[in-house]
């Protein structure tokens, strides 16, 4: 019985990897094809200067409008995108349409709005990533101290000189430079003072507990503490309370993102939200 019973775990075993499987390249086909028929969308969520509370600028963010299954987060298919390679065209695709956008946005007056686009290891490891942006630049005549490009710290740490080399030509171009998810990669600091970065954002994990972690809220300290010791700026990712808020200005953590102020929109919501935001700046 237990020989049989062995048998049925190992059936059920290989029928779950055959279903992954399968159901992992028929993601891969749906992605091709979604990318042949344009079925991606990008959405802003806005950047506050956080004791002003003005719009500084927006994070990029893709979603996908599958045809059956409706609006599908990234979480469900950047894993995908980036090992098949598919992230590369994705990626271009971002980048071009964040800078076309941000750009028709400064011709509408909105001058002032920089945006943020997520980079993925596979884009930021190809050899003429710097290229690829500055003929994005060109392309879309968005200024480029517009732009700012989001990595996480994997992709430096593993890195070597030539990630370096590729920071310090985007810099020059430019371009500003975030660690995304700052926190949650290795906890080799040195990258911080040798690559030109410009930007740190606290990892929405912390923040999430801030107010019932005592360690979660002495992490932030020392990371806005350190980042303004080493020069660069922070944002808090993930800001959904008042009282994280309070904290956040209270250690004079200088920008904030988060459903607090506003989800992700889509750029029609978006540049209506900016707009009555601001409104309501004129009016205090
Ligand atoms: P991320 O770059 O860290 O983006 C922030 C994520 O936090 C977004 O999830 C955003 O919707 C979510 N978020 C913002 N404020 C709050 C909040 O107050 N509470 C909570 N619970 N969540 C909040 P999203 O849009 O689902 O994206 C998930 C991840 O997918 C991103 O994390 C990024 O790593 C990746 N991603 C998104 N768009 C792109 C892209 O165009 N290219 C690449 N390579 N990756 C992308
Ligand atoms: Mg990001
Ligand atoms: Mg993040
Ligand atoms: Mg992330």
Not at 87 to 107: D, F, K, N, S, Y
Not at 193 to 218: H, Q
Request: hydrophobic share 40%; glycine share 6%; with cysteine.
């Amino acid at each position: 019985q237990a020989k049989e019973q062995g048998r049925n775990s190992f059936h059920y075993f290989t029928q779950k990897l055959q279903d992954r499987a399968s159901s992992r390249l028929m993601l891969e086909n749906q992605l091709r094809e979604a990318i042949e028929k344009q079925q991606f969308a990008l959405y802003y969520q806005p950047k506050l200067e956080l004791h002003s509370r003005r719009v500084l600028g927006m994070e990029a963010l893709i979603r996908w409008h599958h045809p059956t299954q409706g609006l599908i987060s990234p979480a469900d298919f950047i894993p995908v995108a980036e090992e098949t390679g598919l992230i590369v065209p994705l990626g271009q695709w971002v980048l071009e349409e964040a800078c076309r956008q941000t750009q028709e946005w400064h011709q509408q007056g909105f001058t002032h709005l920089r945006v943020s686009v997520n980079l993925s290891a596979r884009q930021f490891a190809k050899a003429d990533l710097v290229e690829d942006v500055r003929k994005t630049l060109e392309r879309t005549k968005l200024s480029t101290d517009a732009l700012e490009l989001e990595i996480t710290e994997s992709m430096v740490v593993d890195a070597s000189s030539s990630a370096n080399e590729k920071l310090v030509q985007l810099r020059q171009l430019g371009v500003e430079i975030s660690i995304d998810d700052f926190g949650t990669g290795y906890s080799n600091l040195q990258y911080l003072k040798r690559f030109p970065l410009t930007s740190l954002k606290i990892d929405r994990g912390f923040v999430r507990d801030l107010m019932v972690d005592r360690e979660d809220a002495a992490i932030i300290k020392a990371i806005i503490l350190m980042a303004r010791g080493l020069g660069l700026n922070v944002i808090a990712e993930g800001v959904e309370t008042q009282e994280q808020l309070d904290f956040l200005l209270e250690h004079r953590c200088p920008m904030g993102q988060g459903f607090l102020f506003s989800p992700p929109l889509p750029a029609d919501k978006f540049i209506e939200w900016i707009d009555s935001t601001e409104l309501d700046f004129d009016t205090l």
